[in-house]
């Protein structure tokens, strides 16, 4: 008898050594795992972001290719507000985090096109607006400056001193002939 309650005894002190255990192994486990789900979601919104800013780059240059940012007379704000209402759920932000950059160039070949993010920081002196004419041949640059909590992706994914993801859409093009005179509707397509 003396025996077996010696064995219960023991075994109660290992079922009470090992209560705490469970909460430190989930502690442990716990910490990289949230971190894992948080850089994961964060990646999405990055990817979602980079989708919203290519489309609404693409969308607005069709205005600069038709002739239509002409006739409304853009400049590079214009142009931007413009975007900047495509970018659908991100709209809010896009006025403050948005450069652009739209120019004509001589040949599609190899066109030198400065980098504004040279250096660690966004120079906006070397971004520029210009509409073109009929015919010109064009590229159209967006920046998007997308803010990052989790450390190591702003390690990773930032060319800026500032921590932030910098995405970019480039779209390139050939103005349409948009000089409707003799024989042409009159009207914007």
């Not at 064995?7 to 990289?32: C, D, N, T, Y």
């Not at 940012?69 to 931007?80: C, G, L, M, Q």
């Not at 190591?152 to 500032?162: I, M, Y």
Request: proline share 5%.
């Amino acid at each position: 008898m003396m025996r077996r309650s010696a064995e219960v005894s023991a075994r109660s002190r290992r079922r009470k050594s090992r209560e705490g255990a469970a909460a430190v192994e989930f502690g442990i486990v716990a910490l990289p795992f949230l971190f894992m789900m948080f850089a994961i979601f964060e990646i999405g919104m990055v990817f979602v972001t980079s989708s919203l800013l290519e489309n609404a780059t693409m969308e607005t240059a069709r205005l600069v290719r038709t002739g239509q940012a002409s006739t409304r007379n853009f400049d590079k704000a214009a142009f931007k507000t413009e975007m900047c209402g495509r970018m659908s759920i991100f709209a809010g932000d896009c006025e403050g985090r948005a450069e652009i950059d739209v120019r004509e160039v001589p040949a599609f070949g190899n066109p030198v096109l400065p980098d504004p993010m040279d250096g660690g920081t966004f120079d906006t002196g070397q971004t520029t607006y210009a509409n073109g004419q009929p015919g010109s041949l064009m590229v159209v640059r967006a920046w998007y400056q997308q803010p990052l909590v989790t450390p190591f992706l702003s390690q990773g994914l930032s060319r800026l001193d500032n921590g932030k993801a910098m995405l970019t859409a480039t779209t390139a093009f050939r103005n349409e002939p948009w000089g409707w005179g003799a024989g042409g509707s009159g009207t914007n397509p």
